[in-house]
């Protein structure tokens, strides 16, 4: 069985940092496109930032381009979400998803992204 285990999250000040981690296990998994989501109390889950496999494709949500930076390393089956000059409205649960294939491009629909983490809080206060 594949787990999902995000770490990294905090409270931090609006323009703050912090990085997420995400460790996959399991004798199942094998790496393939990754993703972060997020999601805020009253709000839908929402994309945050993708890579492909290969780690040559990445996307970001346009409310958190040129501020995270999503990275990977395969051979220790972790991914990273670096966030940079953080605002409160970044507040929200992020999730760790990991997709069934590899893509040469990025993929963002949710429902290609087939198990989950459980979550990490980041809170980023006024």
């Known amino acids: 069985q594949v787990q999902l285990v995000e770490s990294g999250g905090g409270l931090v000040q609006t323009g703050g940092s912090l990085r997420l981690s995400c460790i996959a296990s399991?004798?199942?998994?094998?790496?393939?496109?990754m993703a972060w989501f997020r999601q805020a109390p009253g709000k839908e889950r929402e994309i945050v930032a993708t890579?492909?496999?290969?780690?040559?494709?990445?996307y970001y949500a346009d409310s958190v381009q040129g501020r995270f930076t999503i990275s990977r390393d395969n051979a220790k089956n972790v991914v990273w979400l670096q966030m940079n000059s953080l605002k409160p409205e970044d507040t929200a649960v992020y999730y760790c998803?990991?997709?069934?294939?590899?893509?040469?491009?990025?993929?963002?629909?949710?429902?290609?992204?087939?198990?989950w983490g459980q979550g990490t809080q980041v809170t980023v206060s006024s």
């Open positions: 890579i492909n496999w290969a780690a040559t494709r990445t």
């Open positions: 399991g004798r199942a998994f094998s790496p393939g496109d």
């Open positions: 998803a990991a997709a069934p294939f590899r893509s040469p491009t990025v993929v963002t629909a949710m429902n290609a992204y087939t198990t």
